[in-house]
């Protein structure tokens, strides 16, 4: 059974820094799979925030670019958004997701709370 789980949200003032990682397990080679981070703040949709291909494209978000970076490590099947610059509009409840079949993300994890303080 595949599982995300992700860590390393937190409470952070405005201009910080946060690294966020999506551990998989039950799925081996993450790098051949598009991984993504999604997030969720009070009252909105989910929205897509950055996504890594199984070539190792990236693309992300026009609220993030420059300041976020998506990436992994393949031998410990984990993916990570580091996030610079932080902005009060980057608090969100911060998803990491798998497309395993194709298609779509078929996979989630359970999230995790990013506040950023003004």
């Known amino acids: 059974q595949v599982q995300l789980v992700e860590s390393g949200g937190g409470l952070v003032q405005a201009g910080g820094s946060l690294r966020l990682s999506c551990a998989a397990s039950g799925l081996t080679f993450i790098s051949r799979y598009t991984m993504g981070w999604f997030r969720q703040a009070p009252g909105k949709e989910r929205e897509s925030v950055a996504a890594?291909?199984?070539?190792?494209?990236?693309e992300y978000a026009d609220s993030v670019k420059g300041r976020f970076t998506i990436s992994r490590d393949n031998p410990k099947n984990t993916v990570y958004l580091q996030m610079n610059s932080l902005k009060p509009e980057d608090t969100a409840v911060y998803y990491c997701a798998a497309d395993i079949r194709g298609g779509d993300y078929d996979c989630w994890g359970q999230g995790t709370q990013v506040t950023v303080s003004s």
């Open positions: 890594i291909s199984s070539g190792g494209s990236t």
